[in-house]
């Protein structure tokens, strides 16, 4: 079981009233596709207002670098609605105007509406995960998210709770892109 920092991690698929209950549905089939998830998928449970990066980070003695962040983007091309999760680490940013959008194959990609993304995803703001996405949608990660040895900390659907998981082990998630150079360096 992969732990980090001075939180206490539990396997995911022990408690997964912590996690929404789309995340639960996609860890237990998940877990039936590939048996390494039930022993290398941890989850804690936080303060909801801990959830995003730099405080959780700060109060859990955690390394910015382990932190990764899913955010929903979209656009359009001819009528045909394109979305996609993408997930980088966390002192990166998702190159959306460039990397995206040519992913994308759209003229403009831009970040879905906080009220979309969570109604559409099943998942809460602050929380969205890879893990449990709706059909259609592609998930890219960045190929740093994947690197083997490190560790990936990812929402888990909800701001009460957080996803530990070995990063090549997310790289297997079923329908994941690992996309090169996917983000940029925050500024």
């Known amino acids: 079981?992969?732990?980090l920092g001075s939180l206490t991690w539990e396997p995911a698929l022990d408690h997964l009233d912590l996690v929404a209950p789309v995340t639960a549905d996609a860890l237990r089939r998940w877990a039936e596709a590939d048996p390494d998830?039930?022993?290398l998928v941890a989850v804690?449970?936080?303060?909801?207002?801990l959830a995003d990066t730099a405080t959780l980070n700060a109060a859990f003695d955690l390394p910015v670098e382990a932190s990764a962040n899913c955010v929903v983007v979209g656009g359009a091309r001819a009528g045909d609605e394109r979305i996609a999760a993408a997930v980088v680490r966390a002192h990166t940013r998702a190159d959306v105007n460039t990397r995206v959008r040519k992913l994308l194959d759209v003229r403009k990609a831009s970040f879905l509406p906080t009220d979309r993304?969570?109604?559409e995803s099943g998942m809460e703001y602050g929380g969205i995960t890879p893990v449990g996405l709706p059909d259609g949608w592609r998930v890219l990660v960045d190929s740093r998210v994947v690197t083997?040895?490190?560790?990936?900390?990812?929402?888990?659907?909800?701001?009460r709770s957080k996803l530990l998981l070995p990063g090549g082990l997310l790289g297997l998630l079923p329908g994941v892109e690992v996309v090169e150079d996917l983000a940029v360096p925050v500024a």
Do not use: K, N, Q, W
Not at 44 to 49: A, G, L, Q, S, V
């Open 37 to 39: 998830v039930a022993a």
């Open 117 to 119: 993304a969570t109604a």
């Open 1 to 3: 079981m992969p732990t």
């Open 148 to 159: 083997d040895g490190e560790l990936a900390l990812i929402g888990s659907g909800v701001r």
């Open 44 to 49: 804690t449970e936080i303060d909801p207002d």
